[in-house]
């Protein structure tokens, strides 16, 4: 005899998965809020360590209450047994396999389509540290991660799926707009925490240091949208860019701006224009670019030295991502030594892969 709990049961993975593929339309706060509500007294009931992130996250802090189609959870246990048991208290479907391409494993409820993301440690591409365990906070909503990793986790996330892209700027430039106390030096730590790929699936792994300086243009023109004014929009973006320059010293970063440099001789006051950076962060940059001599002012204008740059960024720490570390040290576990063929298999830069190697004790062959 044919077993009912069976068809039930791929009858249901198969609405799953057409819901994934259509993407279904966001709901309104007064429906998703309650249901997060009811997710979250499962795993409170449970003792499961927690942190609201993405939209939940931007309502919890006060900064921002928006429609949403998913509630993002990370939690310190294990996501399986997390969404297995939030399933089974809720009557809602554990759908772990329907998004192969993500780490999170997913429970929907259909009567509201309404689906709870669950991450285990991570923040999309950004790793849930200890550090960043001791910063969540308690709020009416419940424990969401602090402001800083809102940003952090968001800069890790746009252009990773062409859909989302519009929501991940809105939110970052709402932290800005309502941040006036971030800890720029944490934020920073966090930029060379995390990572992404230049495309969601293919593609070399950065640091979102990488990111962070070309993007810029996208958050302006996001911040002119809430600010509602141009002026507004660029103070709040250069003293964020500024704060996080000062803090960050990363090949990556500094590699964009000098690479602007490079192409067009300019003056000081169009490099800070340029890259929302503050008369301060603008002359410390400049200071230390001369001192190596990748650059020169002379008449108010910057000429650029292409082989002083190269030596200067050779120099500069340049942190591997997590990824990459974990990639390089499996290759070179296997016996891999050669730099070309382990930064092609490991999908990061050759000199990822010198670091990481230096670091474990292992000699290349050149």
């Avoid at 994934?20 to 007294?41: C, E, F, H, Y």
């Avoid at 650029?304 to 390089?328: D, L």
Wanted: hydrophobic share 35%; net charge positive.
């Amino acid at each position: 005899m044919d077993d009912p709990v069976h068809y039930r049961k791929l009858y249901r993975e198969k609405e799953a998965n057409k819901f994934m593929r259509t993407g279904g339309d966001k709901i309104d706060s007064t429906v998703w809020i309650p249901k997060l509500n009811q997710g979250l007294a499962v795993l409170n009931e449970n003792k499961i360590r927690y942190a609201l992130f993405g939209a939940p996250a931007m309502a919890a802090h006060d900064i921002l209450v928006r429609p949403t189609k998913d509630v993002d959870v990370v939690v310190e246990t294990d996501k399986n047994q997390a969404s297995e048991l939030l399933a089974k208290k809720t009557g809602w479907m554990h759908a772990h396999k329907i998004k192969p391409d993500e780490d999170a494993e997913l429970v929907i409820d259909f009567s509201t389509q309404i689906f709870f993301e669950v991450w285990e440690n991570k923040l999309y591409t950004v790793p849930m540290t200890e550090e960043a365990w001791k910063r969540v906070q308690p709020t009416a909503m419940g424990y969401a991660i602090c402001k800083e990793d809102i940003v952090a986790s968001k800069v890790g996330r746009f252009l990773q799926s062409g859909k989302r892209k519009d929501t991940d700027l809105n939110d970052i430039a709402a932290t800005l707009l309502a941040s006036k106390d971030l800890d720029y030096g944490y934020l920073a730590n966090r930029l060379v925490e995390g990572e992404r790929r230049e495309k969601l699936e293919t593609g070399t792994v950065w640091n979102l240091t990488w990111y962070f300086i070309r993007e810029l243009p996208n958050y302006f023109e996001e911040l002119k949208k809430l600010a509602k004014g141009e002026q507004k929009a660029r103070s709040t973006l250069t003293d964020f860019v500024s704060n996080i320059l000062s803090r960050l010293t990363a090949k990556e970063a500094e590699h964009r701006i000098l690479d602007y440099c490079r192409k067009k001789t300019s003056t000081q006051p169009e490099l800070q224009h340029e890259f929302f950076i503050n008369d301060a962060t603008a002359k410390l940059l400049l200071r230390k670019w001369e001192d190596a001599g990748a650059v020169q002012l002379k008449e108010g204008k910057i000429h650029f030295n292409s082989k002083k740059a190269k030596e200067y960024e050779s120099k500069m720490p340049g942190e591997p991502t997590r990824f990459a570390k974990e990639r390089v040290l499996k290759f070179l576990k296997l016996g891999y030594r050669n730099p070309d063929t382990l930064a092609s298999l490991s999908e990061c830069s050759k000199a990822y892969v010198y670091a990481i190697a230096k670091k474990a004790g292992i000699k290349l062959k050149e």
